[in-house]
């Protein structure tokens, strides 16, 4: 029973709430006036196909040219463009990864990250770069297709001291390709004005929480209720999602007769909400067991759960979360049937995110 109802819990998380995330921003519309408002923040896939802006009570939405471009305060910005990716031709918001005397984009489509530069009549051509496997004389090779560098070559023509360093990579990777086309204005820009967009980026952040945790019901101690303490790591990739987690950590439990060590193995998914944050996550969880020191054995459960984030400040969250162990393997599977709730102080560390 406890399961069903957690179960429908996440259902609902999920499938009901709102995931709008509206943050200060502005809009250039195609007569060229700027408007000020609130921008909805989805992530480069959602955005390079439409974006969400508010002014006062008004909400619009708008598509690729029906404005020029749009930016988020002290983030992102984006452009109407018409791009070549793979054999199709698109209409996108292309995200500006440097801006400048050379240009260069990102777009985040089904297929993935695609790296964008300037081509004839103001159309982005995709760096493309493919790995594949061919068959010769019945012996497989791999083998590399890297038109992106002939394209680089061909973009900086009248920088050829570019030319090794272009030569030198392997595949097209957002650093590189920032560093190359900054690097670009610094030699041919000179004494002139020459603006370059570039938003800094972290490979991957990080969070810590110390937690405390009530076990409601464990059917392998015959206790109802009795707690555990420990702490949570939080990692996340910021330019694959600003929303989703891997959670670790370590729980330490006691009673009168056994120690149990919890280790979760979870992926959160947290909507960006501005103060009260609903969250849910899926995994597993290792469980080891002791009595007097002594390893008596343990199991791997599968878990769901769900709770919220309180923001206190923007780095430090109250956190309350409820999960129930589903199923388990393992020679003291009689674990599975926990049913616990967690209490944490939650601290960000780096820049913002969700």
Known sequence: ??????LFLVFISFK?????????????????????????????????RLIRFKSGDAESVYTPFQIKSYSFEKGKSYASKIAIIGNDTLEIFAEYLVKGKKDLYLCKTESGLHYLINGADSVLLELAYKQEIVNENGVNYHKENKRFVGA??????????????IEKLKSPQRKSLISITKEYHDITCGEESCVVFNRKEYP????????????????????????????????????????????????????????????PLQLEYVFPYK????????????????????????SVTALAGTGFYLKMTNWMYLDFNIESDLFALGNKAQLFNTFSTTFGLYFKIGKKYH
């Not at 029973?1 to 957690?6: D, H, Q, T, V, Y």
């Not at 680089?152 to 360093?165: G, S």
């Not at 995994?283 to 390893?295: E, I, K």
Request: aromatic letters at 16%; a negative charge; hydrophobic letters at 40%.
């Open 152 to 165: 680089l070559k061909f973009y900086f023509n009248d920088c050829p001291e570019l030319f090794p360093e």
């Open 16 to 48: 009901l709430l709102s995931q709008s995330d509206f943050r200060k921003g502005s809009i250039i519309s195609l007569n060229g006036d700027t408007l000020s408002g609130e921008l909805d923040y989805q992530g480069n896939a959602e955005n390079g």
């Open 204 to 263: 991957f952040q990080i969070a810590v929480e110390p937690v405390v945790r009530f076990y409601l019901k464990n059917d392998f101690f015959g206790e109802p209720i009795f707690n555990a303490y420990g702490a949570n790591l939080y990692v996340w990739l910021p330019n694959s999602s600003e929303r989703l987690f891997f959670k670790t950590g370590t729980n330490f439990s006691k009673t009168s007769t056994n120690d149990l060590v919890q280790i």
């Open 1 to 6: 029973m406890k399961n069903a109802i957690l």
């Open 275 to 298: 103060h009260i944050k609903p969250k849910f996550n899926i995994g597993v969880n290792m469980l080891f067991l002791y009595n007097a020191q002594s390893f008596e054995g343990g």
